[in-house]
């Protein structure tokens, strides 16, 4: 009866190794990347007789629309220093985007 058993193990392996253990992983030469930041977009949010359209926390433009009982069935929107009146809500939506983005690429004249 010279034979050596193992112990008997419970569900798991044992791994016999030569390797010493390991604490802590060695220190990276160079920083970790960090994981790029998304842009964010802007949206369209409904309110009560209003539809804004919202970067983060600021409003870019509006499309109102007039008192229930009275409302004429024009959309007048509004965005930076353009405003004007459609039809519909979809064609009032497509002007203050537009209007943002005219705006967002027109440079300041007389600013300081």
Known sequence: MGVKRAPPSRGRAILYTNAPAMGKMPAREEPMPKPAKKA???????????????????????????PKKEWDGIYRWHAGS??????????????VEQAVLVGASQLPLFEK
């Open 82 to 95: 353009h405003s004007g009146e459609s039809a519909t809500l979809e064609e009032a939506k497509r002007a």
């Open 40 to 66: 964010k977009q802007a949206f369209w949010e409904r309110g009560y007789l209003a539809h804004g359209y919202w970067l983060g926390k600021e409003r870019l433009g509006q499309v109102k629309l007039g």
